[in-house]
């Protein structure tokens, strides 16, 4: 990866690309720190080094780098841009006049994504009136009384304003940038908590003298980083067979290929399915007042630290990873398509054998990547309970890290190869 790196600085086009790329990050980490006008920055950050906020909180927190916790203008960060992606997508599959634009092309794709662009500011509009309540609830605000009124107008129209900018921050990257933008804010955001996480590794070394716990988590995390850069290269391939065809005095076909599928097809998309639905009941118990009731204390099950959480998320995890793969891949399609380009799979019949076939290799497949997720999610929670250290950075943390380091550096070397770079080559 270092070599590839040194390589690309060494082409003025790609290293002007990089440099832009890490201007933008700039930019998005000093709107992660400048905190919006009306809010408490001091109590809130004090709230939150206590362990007094909410499990949900330090979620998002974890998301966003740490601009919940200044109540900055970047709070929201790009968690409205992701959910009104996912939601799009969804609707892609349900509504037929957005599934009719997904297969139109370009033309189809730049409607698809100002949609996107519009749903995203409704959501971060959403968002950011219930962080205002949260604030306003838990008495962060520096205000009071009928100032309370304008104070919430610019607090959240600052929120909303703020992701848009994101937004466009991400696209920006996409543009002029190395990668995916979005993924590069979001990885960007996770990665400025690791200070945090080297901070209290360290405090549990020197103050709390848990020498061993710490040197288990930091083995861990290791091998966890290498288990995933392994699943997410690892590949099923159904070999395929095409047909020598005659057209003119020419001869097609005739060679052998491979259809490759991803065991992580899916990539954390599960996950994040997953453990937005069981933030909800965590969500709403931070609203209420009273948590002695019945109804709240059926709610604080779903801690993020619990075995009921961990035995559900695990569950929830799987169950989204075949949603996915069945809204990504089509195995009677796929079959219909080879069989018009006069391709088979060896050993397999064109037309249902085939697509029964590929549907049970999808199967089997599905269920090897969910289990990688779902063990890789719930793992900080099993370190978390036996080591009684509460790990900042979760696998879903780590699967992003590690993915949108794979695809930047991907990127990378198709733009070098396709530039014929002799140093890349060598």
Not at 208 to 234: C, E, H, K, P, S
Request: aromatic letters at 12%; glycine letters at 8%.
């Amino acid at each position: 990866m270092l070599e590839i790196l040194k390589n690309a600085w060494k082409v003025k086009e790609l290293r002007n690309k990089i440099l832009f790329t890490i201007f933008i990050i700039a930019v998005f980490r000093i709107g992660s720190v400048i905190p919006v006008p009306y809010v408490d920055v001091t109590a809130l950050k004090a709230a939150n080094e206590s362990g007094a906020t909410s499990d949900f909180f330090s979620y998002l927190s974890i998301l966003t780098g740490g601009g919940l916790e200044y109540g900055a203008i970047f709070a929201m960060s790009v968690t409205p841009y992701i959910n009104s992606s996912i939601i799009i997508q969804l609707l892609c599959v349900a509504i037929p006049a957005l599934e009719r634009l997904s297969k139109e092309g370009e033309e189809g794709q730049k409607k698809l994504a100002a949609i996107t662009r519009y749903a995203t500011v409704i959501l971060a509009l959403i968002q950011g009136i219930a962080y205002f309540f949260y604030l306003k609830g838990s008495n962060f605000l520096s205000v009071s009384g009928g100032a309370v009124i304008f104070a919430a107008f610019v607090i959240v129209l600052a929120f909303t304003a703020g992701s848009a900018l994101v937004m466009w921050l991400g696209e920006q990257i996409d543009v002029k940038g190395i990668g995916n933008g979005i993924s590069i804010l979001l990885f960007a955001g996770i990665i400025s908590r690791g200070p945090q996480a080297f901070r209290m590794l360290y405090v549990y070394w020197t103050e709390y003298d848990r020498q061993a716990a710490v040197i288990g988590i930091v083995l861990i995390f290791l091998a966890v980083i290498a288990f995933i850069v392994w699943m997410t290269n690892a590949e099923r391939r159904i070999p395929v067979q095409y047909a020598k065809r005659v057209v003119g005095n020419k001869m097609y076909g005739g060679q052998n290929t491979h259809i490759p599928i991803k065991v992580n097809m899916s990539g954390v998309m599960p996950i994040i399915f997953a453990s937005s639905i069981l933030m909800v009941p965590t969500m709403i118990l931070g609203f209420m007042r009273n948590t002695e009731t019945s109804f709240a204390k059926a709610l604080a099950l779903f801690s993020t630290r619990g075995v009921f959480y961990a035995v559900i998320y695990f569950i929830l995890i799987i169950a989204f990873a075949y949603f996915y793969a069945t809204i990504q891949f089509n195995p009677v399609e796929m079959a219909n398509n080879l069989r018009k380009n006069g391709g088979a799979v060896p050993g397999i019949r064109p037309g249902k054998p085939t697509s029964d076939f590929i549907a049970k290799i999808l199967s089997r497949i599905t269920l090897l990547g969910a289990v990688f997720l779902s063990v890789v999610a719930i793992l900080p929670i099993i370190v978390g309970n036996v080591g009684g250290i509460n790990i900042s950075l979760g696998g879903t943390s780590v699967l992003i890290m590690v993915g949108v380091a794979l695809e930047t550096v991907q990127n990378l070397e198709s733009q070098m190869m396709m530039r014929h770079y002799k140093g890349f080559l060598d």
